[in-house]
Nanobody, 127 residues
Framework: QLQLVESGGGSVQPGGSLTLSCSGSGGSFEYYAIAWFRQAPGKEREGVICSTFSGKTINYLDSVKDRFSISKDNAENLVTLQMNDLQPGDSAVYYC????????????????????WGQGTQVNVSS
């Protein structure tokens, strides 16, 4: 059973950057699409970005498309989320999730993405 652990969250001022990591054990990332989701207080969880089996990027959220990037290292079972020019609206708990079906947006928008989930890491953006 794949286990996911996120790290790298914290507090940052607007315009700052953070790098989140999602590390996996108990399985190989090469057989999973890995996506990042976020959930702010009082809001529904939303898909942010996904890396396919081979490391291709799929963006789900236009508001971060030019500021966030994802990278996947199947050999290291590691996915990173580079977040630049962070804004207060980016404050949320960020989760990584793995799905054997791939990054199809339909799974995300239907709320069915994710065979496995991490516990989340908090990101706070404020001045």
């Amino acid at each position: 059973q794949l286990q996911l652990v996120e790290s790298g969250g914290g507090s940052v001022q607007p315009g700052g950057s953070l790098t989140l990591s999602c590390s996996g054990s108990g399985g190989s990332f090469e057989y999973y699409a890995i996506a990042w989701f976020r959930q702010a207080p009082g809001k529904e969880r939303e898909g942010v970005i996904c890396s396919t089996f081979s490391g291709k990027t799929i963006n789900y959220l236009d508001s971060v498309k030019d500021r966030f990037s994802i990278s996947k290292d199947n050999a290291e079972n590691l996915v990173t989320l580079q977040m630049n020019d962070l804004q207060p609206g980016d404050s949320a708990v960020y989760y990584c999730a793995a799905d054997k079906r791939g990054c199809r947006g339909a799974y995300v928008y239907a709320g069915s993405f994710g065979d496995y989930w991490g516990q989340g890491t908090q990101v706070n953006v404020s001045s």
